[in-house]
């Protein structure tokens, strides 16, 4: 049988009363972007997300207080052992998190080969980052993006399983490939504010990025009118960034 006329049989089995229902495609569908397609963009113009990969580490503070400091919002890509355990950061995620910005997920522990990972292999790199961060922030992410942007293999099958919405870039700060915060702020002057809205790949695991390319950023997206906003938000999904989920009583990796 068809999906969708299984769907729709099923539902009218439950629903069994004459008032009509609804499209049963769009009564499952998940409200925001769709998951498992990737996403390299803003949806609309006039916005900023700048997007932070592999923390939390040593500087997560320090960049949480200096976006919160310029009216701005960030989204954080977190893994769960890459630059240290995630729960040395708790406070951190959760004074990111309590200020507005987005945290979302990076993978466990951001193993090269992600894009040729099994299904199951994929599945346990995502779901013990969430168990974590429920842990930590008490929700787990409906977003992330790939290690290496790796969306190759089952990297999209297995998102859209998982409901997560896939981001990767479309400026490359380069901050990763030894580029100094000057250099980065070429690649931002070059792009340009027109368009619809940047969402960048930068490290908050350098300190160039942090204490200069940032500030330039939050003054870059002022002087072009460029409102600096999560992820979730420039995607038209303010509400979207999460869902509840399972915590344990872990602490340590
Ligand atoms: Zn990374």
Known sequence: MHFTSLLTASLLAINSSARPIADPIEMIRQAGPEAGKVITKCSAPGQIALAYDDGPYQYTQKLVDTLTAGG???????????????YGQKAALQAAYAAGHQIASHSWSHPQNFGSLSTADLTSQMTRLETALVNIIGKKPTYMRPPYLATGGSVLSTMKTLGYRVITNDIDAGDWNNKSPQQSQQEFTRAGASGNGHIPLMHETYAGTVNTLTPWLINWAKTNNLKLVTVAECLGDPDGAYVNGTGNSQSSC
């Open 72 to 86: 701005a919002k960030g989204t954080f890509f977190v893994t769960g052992t890459l630059y240290g355990c995630i």
